[in-house]
């Protein structure tokens, strides 16, 4: 008779935050993240928290240079499509409307074709909330143009998500009995 082998492993948690997002206390010393040193320009922050120093000066502009290359090369992929690229860049009013049309479609108000609606409401509020956000840090800081649109933005998606949530308190038989 052929003998059984057992074999026994142990797994880790290497993860350096919990689920909540915060640092977690119990990483083993081979698993936290390296602390690169200040730089000599830039005083040693009298902040004793976990978190890592942010990149050096050298670290962003290579990024930043690495960033420009390659969107450089997807923009003349684009042209060669026959798209312009110019069409694709990015403005303040088309940030606005990514996160309005993300919002319509947290609150199962918008949809991809062929797709079912889905409803994610605590993503819907926090859009909305982030849409606050941005136009409270941006108040005088906007053309007239940029206000209206964001404040015609935080309109209709706060008005989307009351119906919404009303209408899901409501439930399916009191809407029934009200037609």
């Known amino acids: 008779m052929a003998e059984k082998k057992t074999e026994s492993f142990t797994v880790t948690d ?45 670290e962003q502009k290579e990024q930043a240079d690495a960033y420009r290359e390659s969107s450089a090369e997807m923009d003349r992929q684009v042209e060669q499509s026959g798209q312009s ?30 797709a079912p609606p889905q409803l994610d409401l605590i993503g819907a509020r926090q859009t909305i909330d982030s849409l606050s956000l941005l136009s409270e840090k941006t108040k005088g800081n906007l053309t007239s143009k940029e206000q209206n649109f964001l404040q015609n933005a935080l309109y209709e998606l706060r008005m989307a998500y009351v119906e919404v949530t009303n209408a899901i308190a409501k439930g399916p038989q009191q809407m029934h009995a009200a037609k």
């Open 14 to 58: 290497r993860r350096l935050f919990t689920s909540e997002g915060e640092l977690r206390r119990d990483v083993p010393e081979e698993n936290a993240a390296p602390v690169k040193p200040a730089a000599a320009s830039t005083p040693a922050p009298a902040d004793t928290s976990t978190e890592p120093p942010p990149p050096t000066a050298a």
């Open 85 to 114: 690229a110019k069409e694709l860049e990015i403005t303040f009013e088309r940030f606005l409307a990514s996160l309005y049309m993300t919002g319509m479609l947290q609150l199962g108000l918008m949809r991809e074709q062929g």
